[in-house]
């Protein structure tokens, strides 16, 4: 009877890079939610609100890319301070991060003992900094983005 091959020799299946088109609703979904972030807590609910899909509990971006476990928080005079939110679906590489933002800087990098840990780029796109965070697992991939505001 043959064995099944040791779960070490598995390679995980990496997603689609996802398409120009995919990327450009990322960088307009991100902006968009950058822009309104430091303002009334309205303005950024809408942006949220428009790409929420309610009967999964996911926001859409563009038709490949989803974000899950979303955390908002909102403090201030009813304004949201700091947002997360998980990525899934299409890869969005890290080539592609720096195409559209060429003056990324490193905001978290892995320990040397643990090379295969998430990495995370920022960059200020209007009042918000916004951090872009690759693996740990989709280390090729963006698997999550932060933001709030950005130092004065």
């Known amino acids: ?39 009334d807590n309205a303005d950024f609910s809408t942006t949220l609100r428009a790409a929420s899909d309610p009967s999964n ?18 403090m201030e005079h009813d304004r949201t301070t700091y947002f997360t ?30 090379p295969a840990d998430s990495y995370s780029l920022a960059t200020v796109i209007g009042p918000s900094r916004v951090t872009f965070s690759f693996g740990p697992g989709r280390t090729a991939c963006l698997s999550a983005l932060q933001m709030g505001r950005a130092s004065r």
């Open 1 to 39: 009877m043959p064995q099944s091959p040791s779960p070490w020799l598995r390679c995980p299946v990496s997603p689609p890079v996802a398409s120009v088109d995919y990327q450009r609703a990322l960088w307009a979904f991100t902006e968009a939610l950058a822009v309104a972030l430091p303002q």
């Open 57 to 74: 509990g996911r926001i859409r971006i563009g038709k490949a890319l989803s974000g899950i476990n979303g955390t908002v928080t909102a």
């Open 85 to 114: 939110l998980n990525l899934t679906g299409a890869c969005v590489p890290l080539s592609a991060l720096h195409a559209r933002y060429p003056a990324l800087q490193a905001a978290r990098v892995p320990l040397m003992d643990q």
